[in-house]
């Protein structure tokens, strides 16, 4: 979503002025003003100050020079009837702007306006407009229509200088294969859409379960949705068969991330006993407008009857449509249908493609045909225009056209096909499936390549390799060191430092936090307490192999410890660092073995099991750049908050060291992530001040992020430092000298990622895509004009600098400079774009094209690459965990 500046307020901004002799100068301006007062400030700055050089003041896209006279009056009918007709064309097309909406449980006719049908259709053309549309798709290029114009001129008897198949077999040979070849293409959509939409889903009525069609559901349906089956439509989620309340997705088709997603049912409906209570309270969902950010929602479930509730729903609680779930059966009820949804407004309808080579044909034909033209005439000059003229005209031009050979579509059509053949057949890269045979010559005319990062510059499985406790740190084959000193650590407590008074009982408020330094820090309490943290600070869900053992109820006793150690775990989590983490961990001997919503359990290497209660989480978003959690050790009773995050964050809020940034910096270049890993023990007082501060922020409606996230940070003070980790990303095989031969070939390599700016800059550096030699410069945060326009004058006076950029801060840039930040972006060796929602993938793609007039190639391997291939000149889809 473009970020739009605010207009009803008053905004101090500062614009800055240079005055010959006089330095800079400040001046105070209201937000109103902003856009003029911006125009003049160039977009250039220098060590004197600012510089405008010739094409380089950034004029508004609304201000033009005022007309006088006539023209003002052309201009102002032009605009009259340019109004006129986006009015009939709106009123034709009857399509009103998405508003929010209020859903009523089962109850259709009770919704407040008509929503689009929930169908998927990706075909190109219908029964109706199939054949005009594939005539218009050949015709509109000049080759084609002047060979149509020519076989037609043999219908003329005076014009007929030859036999009437001579000209119509070419032309109808090429026709026909074009005919057939998309007429094969839109059967296969129709049948890959008719297969999507007939697909069976359980629906709850008053008459119990019923079965409908994924193109028969409505706003307001009640839909199950069963293990490993599509979501057809946006939903809330309600109810799940999971005793948690909680259920996994796969998002792989969404955002290209091959991990689960954690999704919570509503509290309210959660607790009911049965799903038939659904249909008998009266309950309705409050969602906002249908939007594009499939990483944000807001909305409110409201219980009106005998039990009033109320609960705050966010994008933890949906369930958008084409994902998949992954344990359960989920019950949720339909907010957005159709066009309306996540999937298909982050999906661009896809063009016709059309390959260079034929470009060029287009504009040498026409050159010829101007030829042609000169020579009839000169031939007219000679021969004298007496009589009918024009008629000998026309039959000279019939006679010189064979200098444009009539079979030469076909035979460019031959050729394409033979290429397509030996790619398809090629030992190298076996497996290769050509879909378009009409652009396949353009893979050799590629100067950007834009790129996806997980699956396809990425394996998307990560590896633990490195913990550094600021005394001594652990890798490779020291790993075994740690094993040791956490054995040491739960078989001799009191060697481990661990003194239970101290940790237990705090005496007073905010008593804990100081003493914790007069405790003399072993290398084995260290190992202890950054394992410990690393195993309770995360979102990871153990999963069984079968339903029966996740199911089974835990003991403590030494018996069940042992049943329970020899199962067979998968992790699973939103992130794969974190399953890295807990993998890890559980090399090491300290091993997660069951969690739900409010508790958690670990087995230590004796074998014993140690329980903690969940009592707040706080997970990683792209704003905070870190995650936290609450606990409550069962035994000891002891709160403690442990957060982990970027280092960028995190150095401020952990205790003073003199470590952490050269490490992470030693890290960085070895290719790694980082996590910085603190903690912090709280007194019940304290745990409950904050809980009911943190209650009452979340159940506001406005400004709920900037209350919720004011009250965390005020936990989020003086912590202590446990461990720096390194997690190493494995790369596709043989990545790195690809990218150096496409870099030495003269290709630049764009990288878009819907992941992280601190995975997406290591993963660059990691694999290459920015050589040794190359700085990155990290585009800032913006969200205005003002705040574009002076980074756009920071990035500009770096040179040779990689660009690493926000998607959001993009769409400020490209809203107010887009000329200004493509000249700047393609002019850099690599670009790096992260947070990018598919739209904002294919628009990248257009504007590339657009801007520098050159040929695209985009290569994906997820769903969320779909739009950037179909956008590009060139686009190819590999298989991998995304497929």
């Known amino acids: 979503m473009r970020t739009k500046m605010a207009t009803g307020e008053n905004i101090p901004l500062r614009s800055v002025e240079y005055r010959k002799g006089k330095g800079l100068k400040y001046s105070r301006f209201n937000s109103e003003d902003e856009s003029s007062s911006m125009d003049e400030v160039p977009l250039m700055l220098s060590e004197d100050g600012f510089e405008s050089e010739d094409g380089e003041s950034l004029l508004s896209r609304g201000r033009q020079p005022q007309k006088k006279g006539l023209s003002a009056f052309s201009d102002g009918v032009k605009n009259c009837w340019d109004s006129c007709c986006e009015c009939l064309?709106?009123?034709?097309?009857?399509?009103?702007?998405?508003?929010?909406?209020?859903?009523?449980?089962?109850?259709?006719?009770?919704?407040?306006?008509?929503?689009?049908?929930?169908?998927?259709?990706?075909?190109?053309?219908?029964?109706?407009?199939?054949?005009?549309?594939?005539?218009?798709?050949?015709?509109?290029?000049?080759?084609?229509?002047?060979?149509?114009?020519?076989?037609?001129?043999?219908?003329?008897?005076?014009?007929?200088?030859?036999?009437?198949?001579?000209?119509?077999?070419?032309?109808?040979?090429?026709?026909?294969?074009?005919?057939?070849?998309?007429?094969?293409?839109?059967?296969?959509?129709?049948?890959?859409?008719?297969?999507?939409?007939?697909?069976?889903?359980?629906?709850?009525?008053?008459?119990?379960?019923?079965?409908?069609?994924?193109?028969?559901?409505?706003?307001?349906?009640?839909?199950?949705?069963?293990?490993?089956?599509?979501?057809?439509?946006?939903?809330?989620?309600?109810?799940?068969?999971?005793?948690?309340?909680?259920?996994?997705?796969?998002?792989?088709?969404?955002?290209?991330?091959?991990?689960?997603?954690?999704?919570?049912?509503?509290?309210?409906?959660?607790?009911?006993?049965?799903?038939?209570?659904?249909?008998?309270?009266?309950?309705?969902?409050?969602?906002?407008?249908?939007?594009?950010?499939?990483?944000?929602?807001?909305?409110?479930?409201?219980?009106?009857?005998?039990?009033?509730?109320?609960?705050?729903?966010?994008?933890?609680?949906?369930?958008?449509?084409?994902?998949?779930?992954?344990?359960?059966?989920?019950?949720?009820?339909?907010?957005?249908?159709g066009a309306e949804t996540r999937s298909v407004m982050n999906t661009s309808h896809p063009p016709s493609k059309v390959g260079l080579l034929d470009l060029e044909i287009n504009r040498l034909t026409k050159v010829l045909f101007f030829a042609v033209v000169v020579l009839s005439l000169v031939m007219m000059i000679l021969k004298g225009f007496g009589g009918p003229?024009?008629?000998?005209?026309?039959?000279?031009?019939?006679?010189?056209?064979?200098?444009?050979?009539?079979?030469?579509?076909?035979?460019?059509?031959?050729?394409?096909?033979?290429?397509?053949?030996?790619?398809?057949?090629?030992?190298?890269?076996?497996?290769?499936?050509?879909?378009?045979?009409?652009?396949?010559?353009?893979?050799?005319?590629?100067?950007?390549?834009?790129?996806?990062?997980?699956?396809?510059?990425?394996?998307?499985?990560?590896?633990?390799?490195?913990?550094?406790?600021?005394?001594?740190?652990?890798?490779?084959?020291?790993?075994?060191?740690?094993?040791s000193h956490l054995r040491t650590a739960y078989a001799h407590p009191t060697v481990a430092g661990q003194p239970a008074s101290t940790t237990s009982t705090p005496s007073r408020k905010g008593s804990a936090t100081p003493q914790q330094p007069m405790i003399r820090r072993t290398v084995v309490t260290r190992v202890l307490e950054a394992v410990k943290a690393l195993a309770l600070c995360h979102n990871v869900t153990p999963v069984y192999e079968s339903e029966e053992e996740e199911n089974e109820d835990v003991e403590a006793d030494q018996v069940e410890a042992d049943q329970e150690g020899d199962k067979t775990i998968t992790y699973q989590a939103s992130s794969p660092d974190e399953v890295a983490l807990v993998t890890w961990t559980e090399e090491i001997g300290l091993k997660l073995i069951r969690r739900d919503l409010t508790s958690m359990q670990l087995m230590t290497p004796s074998g014993a099991i140690q329980t903690y209660d969940i009592l707040q989480v706080f997970p990683f978003t792209s704003e905070s750049k870190r995650m936290g959690i609450i606990v409550r050790e069962e035994v000891t009773g002891e709160i403690t908050f442990y957060m982990k995050g970027a280092d960028v964050v995190m150095s401020s809020i952990v205790q003073y060291n003199d470590w952490l940034d050269e490490e992470c910096g030693n890290m960085a270049r070895e290719g790694l992530r980082t996590l910085v890993v603190a903690k912090k023990t709280l007194t019940e007082e304290q745990y409950q001040d904050f809980e009911s501060r943190y209650n009452s922020a979340k159940l506001s409606v406005q400004d709920r992020a900037l209350k919720v996230s004011a009250v965390v940070e005020s936990l989020e003070r003086d912590m202590e430092l446990l461990c720096l980790t390194g997690v190493e990303d494995k790369l596709q095989a043989d990545v790195r000298p690809t990218l150096e031969l496409l870099r030495n070939a003269g290709i630049k390599v764009w990288m878009l990622t819907g992941d992280k700016l601190e995975t997406a800059e290591c993963i660059a550096k990691s694999s290459r895509l920015v050589s040794r030699t190359q700085t990155i410069h990290v585009f800032k945060q913006v969200s205005n004009r003002a705040e574009a326009h002076l980074e756009l004058n920071a990035f500009r006076r770096k040179n040779d600098s990689a660009l690493v950029i926000r998607g959001d801060s993009m769409e400020v840039c490209l809203k107010y400079y887009e000329h200004e930040f493509m000249e700047l972006a393609c002019q850099c060796p690599a670009v790096i774009i992260c947070r990018c929602s598919p739209t904002q993938k294919a628009e990248v793609v257009r504007l590339i094209k657009q801007h520098t007039r050159r040929r695209c190639a985009a290569i994906g391997d997820g769903g969320n690459d779909v739009s950037m291939i179909q956008a590009a000149d060139a686009g190819i889809g590999i298989v991998g965990k995304t497929r």
């Open 89 to 337: 064309l709106s009123r034709c097309r009857r399509r009103s702007e998405p508003k929010p909406r209020t859903v009523w449980f089962n109850r259709a006719d009770r919704n407040e306006e008509r929503y689009p049908p929930n169908v998927i259709r990706n075909q190109k053309f219908n029964i109706i407009t199939f054949v005009p549309g594939v005539l218009y798709d050949q015709f509109k290029f000049f080759l084609n229509l002047y060979f149509l114009v020519v076989a037609l001129s043999q219908f003329i008897p005076d014009l007929k200088i030859g036999y009437l198949y001579t000209y119509w077999a070419p032309l109808g040979f090429v026709l026909s294969v074009t005919m057939c070849r998309e007429a094969v293409d839109e059967i296969n959509r129709w049948r890959r859409d008719r297969e999507v939409n007939s697909q069976q889903y359980k629906k709850l009525t008053d008459r119990g379960v019923v079965r409908v069609s994924s193109a028969d559901i409505q706003v307001s349906d009640l839909i199950y949705v069963e293990k490993n089956q599509r979501v057809p439509a946006d939903m809330v989620f309600l109810k799940t068969t999971e005793k948690s309340g909680a259920c996994f997705i796969r998002t792989d088709q969404l955002d290209g991330e091959t991990d689960w997603k954690l999704r919570l049912a509503i509290p309210s409906t959660q607790a009911l006993a049965i799903d038939s209570d659904l249909i008998h309270i009266e309950a309705n969902v409050y969602a906002e407008k249908p939007q594009r950010n499939i990483h944000s929602f807001i909305g409110n479930f409201s219980r009106n009857d005998e039990n009033k509730a109320e609960d705050s729903l966010s994008v933890e609680n949906t369930l958008w449509s084409n994902t998949v779930v992954a344990s359960g059966t989920a019950l949720g009820v339909v907010i957005y249908t």
């Open 389 to 483: 003229w024009y008629r000998y005209f026309f039959r000279f031009i019939l006679l010189f056209s064979y200098i444009i050979p009539i079979s030469l579509r076909v035979n460019l059509d031959m050729g394409k096909a033979a290429y397509s053949w030996m790619i398809s057949r090629d030992n190298e890269i076996p497996g290769t499936v050509v879909r378009s045979s009409t652009i396949t010559e353009d893979l050799g005319r590629i100067l950007y390549l834009l790129s996806d990062k997980t699956g396809t510059l990425t394996q998307n499985e990560m590896v633990f390799k490195k913990i550094h406790l600021g005394t001594v740190s652990f890798s490779g084959d020291s790993m075994d060191e740690v094993v």
